[in-house]
């Protein structure tokens, strides 16, 4: 399940995922997605993971292809878990990240405030 966050804005939108994330669930939220940058051209993004996600392989096939297709409409993007492994996966990859224009960063879940004010910002 994918559901917006209450504190989603303007150009920033936060979604928490849990559960089964299925291809039609999926693609539904690529075209909340693609509304969003139509409207703003650039996007920030908060995603609180819950860790208990079971993301069908068309589903996921369908995110990977719209995060590459659209790396250059996205400005920031939070991760929020309780994962260290996550954690060090967001900065590995962050370097990379930059290189396409985006900040990316992971915080955990107690600090979600803390994303906000930084997605945000």
């Known amino acids: 399940m994918i559901k917006k966050l209450p504190r989603s804005e303007g150009a920033t939108i936060g ?30 993004i908060l995603v609180l993971l819950d860790g208990k996600i079971n993301y069908c392989v068309d589903a996921a096939y369908d995110d990977l292809k719209w995060t590459f297709k659209n790396l250059k409409h996205m400005n920031k993007l939070a991760i929020v878990s309780e994962s260290r492994v996550l954690g060090w996966l967001v900065a590995a990859d962050s370097p990379f990240g930059k290189l396409a224009g985006i900040s990316e960063k992971h915080f955990e879940t107690s600090r979600l405030q803390d994303a906000w004010s930084w997605v945000k910002e």
Request: proline letters at 0%; aromatic letters at 6%.
């Open 15 to 44: 979604v928490e995922v849990s559960g089964k994330i299925d291809s039609e669930e999926e693609n539904k939220w690529i075209e909340i997605f693609d509304k969003l940058i139509e409207d703003h051209g650039e996007i920030n």
